[in-house]
């Protein structure tokens, strides 16, 4: 004996509800992405707790005595960017580890930046300049 439904059962899914809630998704992200502010500047000081993970390319010391060096090598800015030139050809992307004493001023800071910042204009690249940092004791 053969029991019939009188209503069969259809094997389909209703998509209009879907697209109505993935619109509504859609609006609220993009509303709530234009309330979100990046950090435009990121300062990495002398001493903190933050680490930052980079491929590291080369390394620019500055000491106590605002003597500047390539790697190990004593240079002046000309020199500098003469070197790190000759290190950075090739690459479009890398970093510049700046290691630098706690009583430097800034402005030896600033021009090594600007050296970097010279070398990507000259070359359309995008070296980075990281400044190192120690962990809090």
Do not use: C, W
Request: charged letters at 15%.
């Amino acid at each position: 004996m053969a029991i019939k439904l009188r209503n069969p059962r259809k094997a389909e899914f209703n998509m209009a509800s879907m697209s109505d809630l993935v619109f509504l998704l859609l609006i609220f992200f993009m509303l709530t992405s234009t309330l979100v502010a990046p950090n435009a500047i990121k300062l990495l000081l002398p001493s903190s707790d933050s680490r930052t993970m980079a491929s590291q390319t080369i390394t620019v010391y500055i000491n106590d005595e605002y003597n500047i060096f390539l790697e190990e090598t004593p240079v002046d800015l000309d020199a500098l960017q003469t070197g790190l030139i000759g290190v950075l050809e090739g690459q479009t992307q890398g970093s510049v580890v700046l290691r630098s004493d706690q009583s430097v001023p800034v402005q030896y800071i600033v021009s090594v930046i600007d050296v970097v910042n010279n070398i990507n204009s000259m070359n359309q690249t995008q070296h980075r300049v990281i400044l190192a940092t120690q962990p809090h004791r």
